[in-house]
């Protein structure tokens, strides 16, 4: 089976091992990635990024020269393209920009006129109700009619594109996986020191950026009114949200026991969840955003917390999104925006390591099952699948 996949996320090789896995699963199977010569990410990575070719055999990074360098919806690739289709002649394309994207479109063009005949499948991650105007609107519904099965990266997702008429096959899986190998359970006794935390420490974590949606002033209060407990809390990641953070911790003298770590290198991140003795991702759904085909934002998927959970430390989210069907059972809910309640979670473990523990393992062995890169590959082949059969 060959298969094309076109993404920017792919511009950076960590985000590659879930496609890796797949070139690798059988005999027979081949996976090319296109990604742009040139792209712009934005935010704390404010420059443009050159993309590199990679030939690993079965699986190839292939850079295409491309308009657009900064916006995913408008991303389309230049001639290059169409020699590639010609020469690997895919049996499945996949295109990673949504249902609105034009290089989706593109591909389901140069499918058609190169006679290829492959499946056309997209991914989103678009998690919230909209409504379209003209041309966006006949833009999605081209691509819509066009597709042969759909990934989505949440439940919410996958309900919203069927409410707007879709009728083929949706798979919901995350777009990423997890690397079991490097987010393991590991004691850090060094850092630990590095950042005051003592042994009876019962050290609450996030990871993530500091913006309102992500519910930290939540997560701050709930501890708060915990004042009599033993607790750390310590926030890795960065944004315009920690002046408040740290003016709430003084007003309630807890400041020494919030610990703020910035710029931390993706590969080091597993040392600092290996601190915790839970990791609370309280994301809150809010409709203030507005993009020009939608409006608001509520968590897509949270993979900080297949992180944590592969490194077997118990995890605690809001009901926001997604987050409640990636924990499933194997952690503690909460209502968002509910500091109270979220409180009472946090009690829940410090006063019940048993309970933490036994958590932390059905985190584990949830995430090894379903959600690492390994067992994503797996359930994207089984689906690549059932498309290709229907024919047959």
């Known amino acids: 089976m060959r298969i094309l996949v076109a993404s920017h996320t792919y511009i950076v090789d960590l985000n590659c091992e879930k496609l890796r896995a797949l070139a690798k699963l059988e005999p027979g199977i081949e996976v090319t990635v296109i990604v742009p010569k040139k792209w712009k990410p ?19 990074i292939v850079p295409l020269s491309n308009f657009s360098q900064n916006h995913q919806g408008l991303l389309t690739f230049g001639f290059d393209l169409v020699a590639l ?26 499918n058609h006129l190169l006679g290829l005949k492959a499946k056309n499948i997209f991914f989103t991650w678009w998690n919230l109700p909209y409504e379209l105007k003209l041309p966006i609107e006949l833009l999605e519904k081209f691509n819509l009619n066009n597709s042969h099965g759909i990934i989505s990266g949440n439940q919410d ?28 359970p590991q004691p850090q006794p060094e850092l630990a020191a ?33 004042q009599e407990k033993k607790w750390k809390l310590l926030l890795l990641g960065r944004g315009d949200l920690k002046e408040e953070l740290i003016k709430i911790s003084s007003e309630n003298n807890i400041q020494d026991r919030v610990i703020f770590v910035e710029s931390v290198p993706h590969d080091q991140v597993q040392n600092y969840i290996n601190l915790m003795n839970t990791l609370v991702l309280p994301s809150e759904t809010t409709y203030k955003f507005k993009t020009l085909t939608a409006v608001g934002w509520k968590e897509q998927f949270g993979h900080v917390l297949i992180e944590a959970m592969a490194c077997k430390v ?9 987050i409640p069907h990636v924990i499933g059972d194997a952690g503690l809910i909460f209502p968002e925006g509910n500091s ?13 390591p048993a309970l933490a523990q036994k958590l932390g393992e059905m ?4 995430t090894m099952l379903n959600y690492t890169n390994q067992a994503l590959a797996k359930q ?13």
Request: charged share 25%.
């Open 340 to 352: 109270a309640d979220l409180a009472n979670r946090l009690c829940q473990l410090m006063d019940n």
């Open 194 to 226: 590095q950042l005051g935390i003592k042994s009876d420490d019962f050290v609450v974590g996030f990871v993530g950026r500091f913006v309102p949606e992500k519910g930290l002033i939540t997560l701050l209060k709930s501890l708060v009114n915990l």
């Open 157 to 184: 997702g996958a309900d919203i594109l069927y409410q707007r008429g879709y009728q083929g096959a949706i798979k919901v899986l995350p777009q990423l996986g997890v690397d079991e190998k490097v987010f393991t």
């Open 380 to 392: 994207q082949l089984e689906f690549y699948r059932e498309l290709v059969n229907q024919d047959n």
């Open 42 to 60: 934005g935010g704390v990575q404010n420059k443009i990024i050159e993309s590199q070719y990679r030939d690993e055999g079965n699986f190839k």
């Open 85 to 110: 289709l010609q020469k690997f002649r895919p049996h499945i394309i996949q295109v990673e920009q949504a249902s609105r994207g034009l290089a989706y479109t593109q591909m389901i063009i140069l």
């Open 314 to 322: 118990p995890v605690i989210g809001s009901d926001s999104g997604e």
């Open 363 to 366: 985190g584990y062995q949830r």
